[in-house]
């Protein structure tokens, strides 16, 4: 999470907007949209009626791909079919609770002629969850609200209430379709309105996802507001395959995502037609991968960030592609826009900035564009002057504006750039490779192995270790997929997962260690390991969280020794670790009060060694939307209270070989850094962000955890001698002696002394006191191609430290709230 707010002005425009209310034509309507020379057909034929209008879709190069209504018949899906036994292990009652909803079951008859609004909301609400305006986070009351496949005919806003996923039939995917008088901000509203602003605060909604699902605005006349889904949302969220079906006739007020605040956030596979304006997106970071564009007047329209990095983008026949102009030359909201291995075709303008030489702050509207492919598109950078890159049909190999250290300051530019050298590796077909979470649609449920149905319990309680070791053995050697049902698996020795392994959760089941095996500061044990050093295969593994509970000073939560190919990399998509905060994790409010009066240190709350080792052996990772974090407060207190959980280190990769991909990941407050590279080499990594302990520097970095021997920790007391101010503070992100390390975005923040913000939130305006850490980055020992585009750092006075020395000072490159670098070269 993180405590910040932008003063937006902008949310008077974009409160809960009511569509006009007008009848309701025949709901088997069939939309039809303009054909042209140089562009096939596009169809939509809406909902017939039938039990289920599974849609097909073709796509060609040029239009939008056809999507037309399948045969009734749904696929099954092993999800829908599974026995239901998942449990909420520290919910008030655990026997009765109900963690897996059909809608069906709660009524709805996705039969495309029913108003189902109330029978989903039903489903989403029924046995006293977290809902928003009574309740500001839980994890005691998870949900999967499941569609069937069907045409689901909604007259309001479904209302998200928190930890819930929302997952539809992905072999035939179930249509939300809004009545032509719907009204409410959304189909479904992640977030509600209240008196005071959003129920729920943006940037500490995690865990939740919506997946496989088409939302239908067509029926309400293009002339109404309606909004696809609101999304505003923090970490560990997902949106993941879903279609946007809006009006694109003249004046069109569709929308298909509207996001205005939060601390996210991963996105993928989505795609969008027509709209005034495809999404609408404010929030301090995301990573936003493959969305498609239609159609739309304006893709994409960034109405603030601090840093959003967007790869596999396809924007088509809109007006405008990317409008990060809000603000205007002299107050420009967006900080920066990283955007890689997209296209835009057959659209006029692709960028709009506001950017210039005189704009105001300095870096904001800090831009990145690597390798961008441009098909009859005239203006590929708009500035306020005019055209600023000129388009055409071409590709834009490497382009930026904003500040510029190859390795040291060299200028404010606006220009072309040599973009990052891509190891071979990391690419497929020039792109870097990219993988969406396996959902394991076309799997028959006989091949899936219930974890609960093996004998493990989940409960929180038992002691499921030797349960799960042996069913994680047999399942591999059969070839068989472990699915986690819901629930706590309390574990007191390694979990490992051996090569062969395809692993799922449920509602983001928890693998917790806890006991003495876990206990030794200095001699670390894996909570869950994957493979041992030396073997190689591959496993995949999503939608779960490690935790710990109690004092587990040695814990690593996971480790990774698998080695894989870079053809066939393994995988871990949502997959978090969360230590502390938590029902059952004994490091709550109660036991870990925050104690910023005190300089003792609580034994009991020293809960991690590591987040996560990618050791030596381990190379071929791809790792998407993973969220590694020591909580800074307790979910489960209504007043969302700040505490002191400590841990060692985040992540740690010192793997020899590399070949590793951090799509959407964050690492927060862990003592002595966030991210750390060692003799590595070959690694995407964006947007990564990062957050450093918030009780820091009561006491410092080196207080709580000793160095250990073989770890290659940072060495505060030694490197800080001679330092001014607040040396002695985690790291967000360390590089030694490694090379190819690619960054593409990074949000590197301290807002916190000792729980007071007035380190960050002070002295520069805009931009920030830059006095709450010296030092946030660190390049050391050998270092080729250790480069960084976008670096946003909050709170640090040395934006880059090179062995040892200032590279870059925050105060020369103030942003909206963050300091920004827009490229950065360490050589
Ligand atoms: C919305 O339209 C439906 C169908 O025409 C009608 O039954 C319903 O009363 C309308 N609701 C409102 C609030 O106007
Ligand atoms: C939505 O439909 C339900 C059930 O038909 C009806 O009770 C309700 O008034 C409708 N609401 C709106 C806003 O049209
Ligand atoms: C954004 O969220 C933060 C943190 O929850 C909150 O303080 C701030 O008021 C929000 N800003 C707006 C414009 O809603
Ligand atoms: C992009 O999303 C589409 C679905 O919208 C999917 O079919 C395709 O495989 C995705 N591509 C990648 C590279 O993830
Ligand atoms: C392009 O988008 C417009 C709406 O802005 C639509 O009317 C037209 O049919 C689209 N053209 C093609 C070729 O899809
Ligand atoms: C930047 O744009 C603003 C607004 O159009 C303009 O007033 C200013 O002169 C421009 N600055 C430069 C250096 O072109
Ligand atoms: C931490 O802040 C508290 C006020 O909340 C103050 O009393 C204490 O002296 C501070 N400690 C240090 C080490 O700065
Ligand atoms: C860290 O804190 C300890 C305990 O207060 C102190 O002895 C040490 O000098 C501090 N180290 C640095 C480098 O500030
Ligand atoms: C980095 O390389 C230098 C020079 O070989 C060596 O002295 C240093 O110990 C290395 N650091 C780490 C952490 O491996």
Same mark, same amino acid.
């Given at each position: 999470?993180?405590?910040f707010?932008?003063?937006?002005?902008l949310?008077?425009?974009?409160?809960?907007?009511?569509?006009?209310?007008?009848?309701?034509?025949q709901?088997?309507?069939?939309?039809? @949209?303009?054909?042209?020379?140089f562009?096939?057909?596009?169809?939509y034929?809406g909902?017939t009626?039938?039990? /289920?209008?599974a849609?097909?879709?073709?796509s060609?190069?040029?239009?939008? %791909?056809?999507?037309?209504?399948?045969?009734?018949?749904?696929?099954?899906?092993?999800l829908?079919s599974i026995?239901?036994?998942?449990?909420?292990?520290?919910n008030?009652?655990?026997?009765?609770? #109900?963690?897996?909803?059909?809608?069906?079951?709660?009524?709805?008859k996705?039969?495309?002629?029913?108003?189902?609004?109330?029978?989903?909301?039903?489903?989403?609400?029924?046995?006293?969850?977290?809902? %928003?305006?009574?309740?500001?986070?839980?994890?005691?009351?998870?949900?999967?609200?499941?569609?069937?496949?069907?045409?689901?005919?909604?007259?309001?806003?479904i209302?998200d209430?928190?930890? $819930?996923?929302?997952?539809?039939?992905p072999n035939?995917?179930?249509?939300? @379709?809004?009545?032509?008088?719907f009204?409410?901000?959304?189909?479904?509203?992640?977030?509600?309105?209240?008196g +005071?602003?959003?129920?729920?605060?943006?940037?500490?909604?995690?865990?939740?996802?919506?997946?496989?699902?088409?939302?239908d605005?067509?029926?309400?006349?293009?002339?109404?507001?309606?909004?696809?889904?609101?999304?505003?949302?923090?970490?560990?969220t997902?949106?993941?395959?879903?279609?946007f079906?809006?009006?694109?006739?003249?004046?069109?007020q569709?929308?298909?995502?509207?996001?205005?605040?939060?601390s996210?956030?991963?996105?993928?596979?989505?795609?969008?037609?027509?709209g005034l304006?495809?999404?609408?997106?404010g929030n301090?970071?995301?990573?936003?991968r493959?969305l498609?564009?239609?159609n739309?007047?304006?893709?994409?329209? #960034?109405?603030?960030?601090?840093?959003?990095?967007?790869?596999?983008?396809?924007? +088509?026949n809109?007006?405008?592609?990317?409008?990060?102009a809000?603000?205007?030359?002299?107050?420009?909201?967006?900080?920066?826009?990283?955007?890689?291995?997209?296209?835009?075709t057959?659209?006029?303008?692709?960028?709009v900035?506001?950017?210039?030489?005189s704009?105001?702050?300095?870096?904001?509207?800090?831009?990145?564009?690597?390798?961008?492919?441009?098909?009859?598109?005239?203006?590929?950078?708009?500035?306020p002057q005019?055209?600023?890159?000129?388009?055409?049909?071409?590709?834009?190999?490497?382009?930026?504006?904003?500040?510029?250290?190859?390795p040291?300051y060299?200028k404010?530019?606006?220009n072309?750039?040599t973009?990052?050298?891509?190891p071979?590796?990391?690419?497929? +077909?020039?792109?870097?490779?990219?993988?969406?979470?396996?959902?394991y649609?076309?799997?028959?449920l006989?091949?899936?192995?219930?974890?609960?149905t093996a004998?493990a319990?989940?409960?929180?309680?038992?002691?499921? $270790?030797?349960?799960?070791?042996?069913?994680?053995?047999?399942a591999?050697?059969?070839?068989?997929?472990v699915?986690?049902?819901?629930g706590?698996?309390?574990?007191?020795?390694?979990?490992?997962?051996?090569?062969?392994?395809?692993v799922?959760?449920? /509602?983001?089941s928890?693998?917790?260690g806890?006991?003495?095996?876990?206990?030794s500061?200095?001699?670390p044990?894996?909570?869950?390991?994957?493979?041992?050093s030396?073997?190689?295969?591959?496993?995949?593994?999503?939608?779960?969280?490690?935790?710990?509970?109690?004092?587990?000073?040695?814990?690593i939560?996971?480790?990774?020794?698998?080695?894989?190919t870079?053809?066939?990399?393994?995988?871990?998509w949502d997959v978090?670790?969360r230590?502390?905060?938590?029902a059952?994790? +004994?490091?709550?409010?109660?036991?870990c009060?925050?104690?910023?009066k005190?300089?003792?240190?609580?034994?009991?709350?020293?809960?991690?060694?590591? /987040?996560?080792?990618?050791a030596?052996?381990?190379t071929g990772?791809?790792?998407?939307?993973?969220?590694?974090?020591?909580?800074?407060?307790?979910i489960?207190? %209504?007043?969302?209270?700040?505490i002191?959980?400590?841990?060692?280190?985040?992540?740690?990769c010192a793997?020899?070989?590399?070949?590793?991909?951090?799509?959407?990941t964050?690492?927060?407050?862990?003592?002595?850094?966030?991210?750390?590279?060692a003799n590595t080499?070959?690694v995407?990594?964006?947007q990564?962000q990062?957050? $450093?302990?918030?009780?820091?520097p009561?006491?410092n970095?080196?207080?709580?955890?000793?160095i250990?021997?073989?770890?290659n920790?940072?060495?505060?007391?030694t490197?800080?001698?001679?330092?001014?101010?607040?040396?002695?503070?985690?790291w967000?992100?360390?590089?030694?002696?490694?090379?190819?390390?690619l960054v593409?975005?990074?949000?590197?923040?301290?807002?916190?002394?000792?729980?007071?913000?007035?380190?960050?939130?002070?002295v520069?305006?805009?931009?920030?006191?830059?006095?709450?850490?010296?030092r946030?980055?660190?390049?050391e020992?050998?270092?080729?191609?250790?480069d960084v585009?976008?670096?946003? $750092?909050?709170?640090?006075?040395?934006?880059?430290?090179?062995?040892?020395?200032?590279?870059a000072?925050f105060?020369?490159?103030?942003?909206?709230?963050?300091d920004?670098?827009?490229?950065?070269?360490?050589?």
């Amino acid at each position: 999470m993180s405590l910040f707010y932008l003063a937006l002005g902008l949310l008077g425009a974009v409160g809960p907007v009511a569509a006009a209310q007008v009848s309701i034509p025949q709901v088997s309507s069939v939309v039809s @949209k303009a054909t042209s020379s140089f562009a096939p057909a596009v169809t939509y034929v809406g909902p017939t009626g039938s039990a /289920s209008s599974a849609l097909k879709t073709s796509s060609t190069s040029k239009a939008a %791909p056809k999507v037309a209504a399948a045969t009734p018949s749904a696929t099954p899906y092993w999800l829908e079919s599974i026995a239901h036994q998942g449990i909420s292990a520290f919910n008030s009652a655990p026997a009765s609770y #109900q963690v897996f909803r059909n809608v069906k079951n709660f009524g709805a008859k996705g039969d495309g002629v029913t108003d189902d609004t109330a029978a989903i909301q039903a489903a989403m609400s029924s046995s006293g969850r977290c809902a %928003p305006g009574s309740c500001q986070s839980s994890t005691t009351t998870p949900a999967i609200v499941y569609f069937p496949a069907g045409t689901y005919i909604v007259n309001s806003s479904i209302i998200d209430y928190y930890y $819930t996923q929302i997952i539809g039939n992905p072999n035939s995917m179930p249509v939300l @379709k809004a009545t032509p008088n719907f009204s409410g901000f959304g189909i479904i509203d992640g977030d509600q309105y209240g008196g +005071n602003g959003l129920k729920f605060g943006a940037t500490d909604v995690f865990y939740r996802q919506i997946r496989n699902l088409i939302f239908d605005l067509t029926a309400i006349p293009a002339s109404s507001s309606a909004t696809g889904v609101h999304w505003p949302t923090a970490q560990a969220t997902s949106l993941q395959n879903c279609v946007f079906l809006m009006s694109d006739a003249p004046g069109t007020q569709h929308q298909g995502l509207f996001i205005e605040n939060g601390s996210g956030g991963f996105m993928n596979d989505l795609v969008f037609y027509g709209g005034l304006n495809g999404v609408v997106f404010g929030n301090q970071q995301f990573t936003v991968r493959n969305l498609t564009f239609y159609n739309a007047v304006t893709a994409i329209d #960034q109405i603030w960030d601090w840093g959003w990095t967007y790869t596999g983008i396809s924007i +088509n026949n809109c007006t405008t592609g990317l409008n990060m102009a809000a603000g205007g030359t002299a107050g420009q909201s967006t900080g920066s826009v990283t955007f890689l291995d997209s296209s835009f075709t057959n659209t006029k303008v692709a960028i709009v900035t506001a950017h210039n030489a005189s704009s105001f702050p300095a870096t904001a509207g800090s831009l990145i564009l690597e390798n961008i492919v441009l098909t009859n598109t005239p203006v590929a950078v708009q500035g306020p002057q005019g055209t600023v890159l000129v388009g055409g049909s071409l590709t834009i190999s490497g382009w930026g504006e904003g500040h510029e250290y190859t390795p040291i300051y060299k200028k404010s530019f606006e220009n072309s750039i040599t973009k990052f050298s891509r190891p071979t590796e990391l690419t497929k +077909n020039g792109q870097y490779y990219a993988r969406s979470k396996p959902q394991y649609q076309a799997s028959p449920l006989s091949q899936f192995v219930s974890v609960r149905t093996a004998g493990a319990k989940g409960n929180g309680v038992t002691d499921d $270790t030797a349960a799960i070791n042996k069913v994680l053995k047999s399942a591999a050697a059969a070839s068989q997929i472990v699915f986690f049902d819901a629930g706590t698996y309390k574990v007191t020795s390694t979990i490992t997962i051996p090569p062969g392994s395809k692993v799922v959760g449920e /509602s983001y089941s928890v693998i917790m260690g806890a006991g003495s095996f876990f206990s030794s500061i200095t001699s670390p044990q894996p909570v869950v390991a994957v493979g041992t050093s030396g073997q190689s295969g591959i496993v995949e593994w999503s939608d779960m969280i490690v935790s710990t509970q109690g004092a587990t000073a040695g814990a690593i939560l996971i480790q990774w020794n698998l080695a894989s190919t870079a053809a066939s990399p393994s995988g871990i998509w949502d997959v978090h670790t969360r230590i502390g905060g938590f029902a059952g994790s +004994n490091l709550q409010l109660a036991q870990c009060p925050t104690t910023p009066k005190t300089t003792a240190v609580n034994k009991n709350c020293i809960a991690a060694f590591m /987040s996560m080792y990618i050791a030596p052996s381990a190379t071929g990772l791809y790792m998407e939307n993973n969220w590694l974090w020591t909580a800074d407060h307790d979910i489960e207190d %209504p007043s969302e209270t700040q505490i002191t959980v400590y841990t060692g280190r985040g992540l740690y990769c010192a793997s020899t070989s590399g070949t590793i991909w951090m799509v959407g990941t964050a690492v927060e407050h862990h003592a002595l850094y966030q991210y750390q590279f060692a003799n590595t080499k070959n690694v995407f990594a964006g947007q990564i962000q990062t957050e $450093t302990a918030y009780w820091q520097p009561n006491p410092n970095a080196s207080v709580v955890f000793p160095i250990v021997s073989g770890w290659n920790d940072p060495n505060f007391a030694t490197a800080c001698v001679g330092v001014s101010g607040q040396c002695n503070m985690g790291w967000g992100l360390r590089v030694v002696n490694s090379s190819s390390i690619l960054v593409y975005g990074a949000g590197l923040y301290s807002f916190f002394n000792n729980y007071s913000v007035t380190c960050s939130n002070s002295v520069v305006s805009p931009g920030n006191g830059g006095s709450c850490q010296t030092r946030i980055f660190s390049v050391e020992g050998t270092a080729t191609d250790i480069d960084v585009y976008n670096l946003n $750092t909050v709170g640090a006075t040395q934006m880059v430290t090179r062995d040892g020395s200032q590279v870059a000072l925050f105060g020369d490159n103030v942003n909206v709230y963050p300091d920004t670098i827009a490229y950065y070269k360490s050589s």
